[in-house]
């Protein structure tokens, strides 16, 4: 099982693959699935903005697709395309609920500044939060 540090650099490389010609906002992910294996995305905007895909939901979706659906944690990095991070990239609120659907409470979200990081649980960055087991 690969470890957080490992999961970060994945998100840093996945983040070099993102399709972000309106925002120059650079954004990449890696989901760490129950089972060990590693699932990158980027964010992949679209000419019609609310088409865009973020990092977190492109990584999420290839996972669901390849079969997978039981997760660990996603590491997260972003800031100005072709440069080095600056400043954390916290998962907006749709990410958020799509990690819902599949993730327990317990569910790990690694962000990473460029220099520090820091973990929050699903629980943290969702409270109170509508799943499927609401309906
Ligand atoms: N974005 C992500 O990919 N993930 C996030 O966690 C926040 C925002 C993307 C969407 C858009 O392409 C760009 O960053 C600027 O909002």
């Not at 492109?58 to 996972?63: E, G, I, K, V, Y």
């Not at 993730?103 to 499927?132: H, M, N, R």
């Amino acid at each position: 099982m690969i470890g957080y540090r490992e999961l970060i650099d994945r998100a840093s490389s996945a983040r070099e693959r993102a399709y972000v010609p309106y925002s120059k906002f650079a954004v990449g992910a890696a989901l760490l699935c129950e089972d060990g294996t590693v699932f990158e995305g980027a964010n992949i905007e679209n000419a019609a903005y609310p088409a865009t895909n973020c990092a977190e939901r492109t990584a999420f979706f290839r996972a669901v697709m390849e079969g997978h659906r039981e997760f660990k944690a996603i590491a997260v990095v972003g800031g100005p395309e072709g440069q080095a991070p600056h400043a954390l990239c916290p998962p907006c609120g749709v990410c958020r609920q799509v990690m819902r659907e599949f993730c327990g409470e317990g569910f790990e979200i690694v962000l990473f500044d460029g220099k520090d990081t820091k973990t929050y649980t699903l629980a943290q960055l969702l409270p109170c939060s509508f799943g499927p087991e609401n309906l």
